[in-house]
């Protein structure tokens, strides 16, 4: 089954995954990671070739173009992230094509343990005879969001090289970060220059997402005092063991992400690091609600004044940082975006659906800002893990998608 767009989806994709563009959250330069940078040149590049105007790489990471209108109309806005996840390997990435796929499950070369079900994964079900793309199974694929950059390149070149198509102007964007919480720089919503945007930065056929997580981030330092454990006695104030007393006081069974479904929100520990004499430990705080999620974060902040009332030799500090907001509190305000998607996801015949993202996209904290952007699907699946993959007809059928929005926001 290939389409228009499959080919040039699919080869994109393999291309951009196969550079590696993990952030670093504990990095603090701009952005986070130089091999970054190297997928945004390539994006760049590729945007003055095939003849984007205002091609811009800015001092923050991002890449920002422009495709010019046929017609007046509403500037519209289409972005992805270029950066993968820091929570699994993510360099070599070897990404794979199973063609035609046939139901079973799917096997990996460089994990003969690993294995991809229908079973496991229901969605994968229905793909039988879509073009599945892998990684080779010990790395992520990085279809988050080389999907998604996949989708805008495509439908960008499209838009260029078919001149007697009625669109308005249009605004791509690539950004660095976005997993790290630090894609939209205060500066990206006025460099972009548009009435509203989307992202392609979503899972299931026809999920358009106009609400998403709140999220806060947090960082517990546990200092200790050290001394020669041979004279420890009524001397050593051990970091380890009261940092694990922290974690233990987390509510896992009721608040921990593998035990939350839905509307639920989150506390979750990403990362301790550190030794006897200091611990830090990384956090990510996430509820849809803002009193939720100061809940939580009051919560946290009350198990560190516990554990330090046990111990007064230590010094226990939290820091919370905001990171995003639900976009739901500035989107239904003004639906105008979201029913545009809608009702171009169905002029193609796909059905809309509208489930909250238990997460955040940089659309969250552009909407935030004051651009409205609601989350697209872009087909990926698993993502963050070894077993992610994409299909190649999700990721056409997110093109069309993206080039009837253009079209129908001049109607």
Same mark, same amino acid.
């Given at each position: 089954?290939?389409?228009?767009?499959?080919?040039?989806?699919?080869?994109?994709?393999?291309?951009?995954?196969?550079?590696?563009?993990?952030?670093?959250?504990?990095?603090?330069?701009?952005?986070?990671?130089?091999?970054?940078?190297?997928?945004?040149?390539?994006?760049?590049?590729?945007?003055?070739?095939?003849?984007?105007?205002?091609?811009?790489?800015?001092?923050?990471?991002?890449?920002?173009?422009?495709?010019?209108?046929?017609?007046?109309?509403?500037?519209?806005?289409?972005?992805?992230?270029?950066?993968?996840?820091?929570?699994?390997?993510?360099?070599?990435?070897?990404?794979?094509?199973?063609?035609?796929?046939?139901?079973?499950?799917?096997?990996?070369?460089?994990?003969?343990?690993?294995?991809?079900?229908?079973?496991?994964?229901?969605?994968?079900?229905?793909?039988?005879?879509?073009?599945?793309?892998?990684?080779?199974?010990?790395?992520?694929?990085?279809?988050?969001?080389?999907?998604?950059?996949?989708?805008?390149?495509?439908?960008?070149?499209?838009?260029?090289?078919?001149?007697?198509?009625?669109?308005?102007?249009?605004?791509?964007?690539?950004?660095?970060?976005?997993?790290?919480?630090?894609?939209?720089?205060?500066?990206?919503?006025?460099?972009?220059?548009?009435?509203?945007?989307?992202?392609?930065?979503?899972?299931?056929?026809?999920?358009?997402?106009?609400?998403?997580?709140?999220?806060?981030?947090?960082?517990?330092?546990?200092?200790?005092?050290?001394?020669?454990?041979?004279?420890?006695?009524?001397?050593?104030?051990?970091?380890?063991? #009261?940092?694990?007393?922290? /974690?233990?006081?987390?509510?896992? +069974? $009721?608040?921990?992400?593998?035990?939350? @479904?839905? %509307?639920?929100?989150?506390?979750?520990?990403?990362?301790?690091?550190?030794?006897?004499?200091?611990?830090?430990?990384?956090?990510?705080?996430?509820?849809?609600?803002?009193?939720?999620?100061?809940?939580?974060?009051?919560?946290?902040?009350?198990?560190?004044?516990?554990?330090?009332?046990?111990?007064?030799?230590?010094?226990?500090?939290?820091?919370?940082?905001?990171?995003?907001?639900?976009?739901?509190?500035?989107?239904?305000?003004?639906?105008?975006?979201?029913?545009?998607?809608?009702?171009?996801?169905?002029?193609?015949?796909?059905?809309?659906?509208?489930?909250?993202?238990?997460?955040?996209?940089?659309?969250?904290?552009?909407?935030?800002?004051?651009?409205?952007?609601?989350?697209?699907?872009?087909?990926?699946?698993?993502?963050?893990?070894? #077993?992610?993959?994409?299909? /190649?007809?999700?990721?056409?059928? +997110? $093109?069309?998608?993206?080039?009837?929005? @253009?079209? %129908?926001?001049?109607?």
């Amino acid at each position: 089954m290939t389409g228009q767009f499959d080919a040039e989806l699919e080869a994109r994709l393999v291309r951009y995954c196969a550079v590696d563009t993990q952030s670093d959250a504990a990095s603090p330069s701009v952005p986070s990671t130089a091999c970054q940078l190297d997928l945004s040149r390539m994006l760049k590049a590729e945007l003055e070739e095939i003849g984007a105007q205002d091609v811009v790489l800015t001092e923050y990471g991002a890449v920002i173009a422009t495709i010019p209108g046929t017609v007046e109309g509403p500037t519209v806005g289409f972005l992805a992230h270029v950066d993968t996840a820091p929570q699994f390997n993510a360099t070599g990435v070897k990404p794979r094509v199973v063609r035609g796929y046939n139901g079973g499950a799917i096997s990996f070369p460089d994990a003969p343990d690993l294995s991809l079900t229908p079973e496991a994964f229901p969605y994968l079900a229905g793909k039988v005879g879509h073009d599945i793309v892998t990684a080779s199974g010990t790395t992520l694929l990085g279809a988050d969001d080389k999907a998604g950059i996949s989708i805008v390149m495509t439908a960008a070149r499209h838009l260029l090289s078919t001149p007697g198509l009625r669109h308005g102007p249009v605004r791509v964007a690539f950004t660095p970060d976005e997993e790290i919480a630090r894609g939209v720089h205060a500066d990206l919503p006025k460099d972009l220059a548009c009435d509203f945007a989307y992202t392609f930065d979503g899972g299931d056929l026809g999920d358009i997402t106009y609400e998403s997580f709140s999220a806060d981030g947090a960082k517990v330092v546990v200092q200790g005092v050290s001394i020669h454990p041979g004279w420890a006695t009524g001397k050593l104030v051990n970091a380890t063991t #009261l940092a694990s007393k922290i /974690v233990s006081m987390l509510p896992h +069974a $009721t608040m921990a992400p593998e035990n939350t @479904a839905d %509307r639920d929100g989150f506390l979750h520990v990403t990362q301790m690091s550190g030794d006897a004499d200091r611990m830090e430990i990384t956090l990510i705080l996430r509820d849809f609600e803002r009193d939720g999620l100061a809940a939580k974060g009051a919560m946290l902040q009350s198990i560190c004044e516990a554990v330090q009332a046990t111990e007064p030799r230590a010094r226990i500090t939290c820091e919370i940082t905001p990171q995003y907001r639900n976009m739901r509190y500035w989107l239904e305000e003004d639906m105008t975006p979201v029913d545009l998607a809608r009702d171009s996801a169905r002029a193609i015949g796909i059905t809309p659906i509208s489930v909250p993202i238990r997460g955040g996209t940089d659309g969250s904290r552009l909407t935030e800002l004051g651009l409205p952007t609601p989350n697209l699907f872009c087909g990926m699946q698993n993502v963050h893990g070894p #077993l992610e993959w994409v299909s /190649v007809q999700d990721m056409a059928q +997110a $093109t069309r998608l993206m080039l009837e929005i @253009a079209q %129908r926001a001049v109607r």
